[in-house]
Nanobody, 126 residues
Framework: QVQLVESGGGLVQAGGSLRLSCAAS????????MGWFRQAPGKEREFVAAISWSGANTYYADHVKGRFTISRDNAKNTVYLQMNSLKPEDPSVYYC???????????????????WGNGTLVTVSS
């Protein structure tokens, strides 16, 4: 399985920004749809964003649209999540995920992405 390692989490004030990174192993990274999910305590893991293999198509959950931006650099085997205007409601463990067979879309179930990193924690203070 592909190996995914997230980084860039931390503590920020409301209204601030963070950029999360997900480094993927293997030379087949460019063929994978990549996505970000998040999970807050007591809640189910929820979809945040996804990006097609070429980076041409991106998809976002309604609650982050206009604030978060997903991008990828296939030469570096890395996908990013730029988070702006962070809100106290945004803190979660953020997970990077990969889909080797599907097409980029708004994912309705995290089971559709078989490969996952271990997550990085984002905390937002008010």
């Amino acid at each position: 399985q592909v190996q995914l390692v997230e980084s860039g989490g931390g503590l920020v004030q409301a209204g601030g920004s963070l950029r999360l990174s997900c480094a993927a192993s293997g030379r087949t990274f460019s063929s994978y749809v990549m996505g970000w999910f998040r999970q807050a305590p007591g809640k189910e893991r929820e979809f945040v964003a996804a990006i097609s293999w070429s980076g041409a198509n991106t998809y976002y959950a309604d609650h982050v649209k206009g604030r978060f931006t997903i991008s990828r650099d296939n030469a570096k085997n890395t996908v990013y999540l730029q988070m702006n205007s962070l809100k106290p409601e945004d803190p979660s463990v953020y997970y990077c995920a990969a889909d080797s067979v599907g097409v980029a879309r708004v994912y309705r179930a995290d089971s559709d992405l078989p490969y996952w990193g271990n997550g990085t924690l984002v905390t937002v203070s008010s």
